[in-house]
C-alpha cells in the first residue's frame, strides 16, 4: 500500500519550489514505490485546495487531508510519512 502526498504551490514562488525540492528528497528515502508524490498548482485547482482547507502555499495533504497547512521540516515531514506507512496494513 502507498500513500498519496499532494503539495500545493503557486508558480514562481521560490520557496514553494525550495520546499518542494527538500521533502522529494525525503519521499525517496523512503521509497517512491510507498509514496506518490503530486504537485497541484494553486491556481489550475482552486476549487479543490479551498476545499482541502488550503489558505496559504506551500501546504501539503496527504491521503486527502491537509495534514500540513503550513511547511514543515524535513523532520517532521519524515516523522508524519513514516507513521503512516507504519499503520498501513501489511499487503
Known amino acids: ?3 498519496s502526498v499532494e503539495v500545493f504551490s503557486t508558480p514562481g514562488c521560490g520557496r514553494c519550489a525550495q520546499a518542494t525540492e527538500t521533502l522529494k528528497s ?6 517512491q514505490d510507498q509514496v506518490v508524490w503530486r ?13 482541502l482547507g488550503v489558505i ?8 486527502g487531508e491537509l495534514v500540513f497547512p503550513k511547511l514543515p521540516t ?3 515531514f519524515r516523522e508524519e510519512l513514516t507513521r503512516r506507512l507504519n499503520m ?4
Open 1 to 3: 500500500m502507498s500513500i
Open 26 to 31: 525525503v519521499v525517496a528515502e523512503l521509497g
Open 39 to 51: 504537485d497541484v498548482n494553486v491556481l489550475d485547482e482552486l476549487d479543490y485546495a479551498v476545499e
Open 56 to 63: 496559504t502555499p506551500p501546504s501539503i495533504a496527504i491521503d
Open 74 to 76: 524535513a523532520d517532521k
Open 88 to 91: 498501513a496494513p501489511a499487503p
